[in-house]
């Protein structure tokens, strides 16, 4: 079971884009970005940010964490 949610891929296809065009927005292989949207991947902090900024959405809103 995942450790988080993820929303990436509401956010990427909102945007109009390929797991593809993602993962060269945010300098990864596609695979990358596929296991993040199956919530397979912790993302660090810094891909994090380049992949909030590329779908235009809140870190908070793609990657929901539970409360402790």
């Known amino acids: 079971m995942p450790d988080f949610e993820c929303q990436l891929k509401k956010y990427r296809q909102l945007k ?3 797991q593809e065009q993602l993962a060269v927005l945010a300098g990864v292989r ?9 919530a ?3 993302p660090s902090l810094k891909l ?7 779908v235009d959405a809140p870190i908070e809103k793609i990657f929901i964490f539970p409360t402790m």
């Open 30 to 38: 596609r695979e990358t970005i596929m296991r993040l949207e199956k």
């Open 16 to 18: 109009g884009m390929t």
């Open 48 to 54: 994090a940010v380049a992949i909030s900024r590329a």
């Open 40 to 42: 397979q991947y912790n």
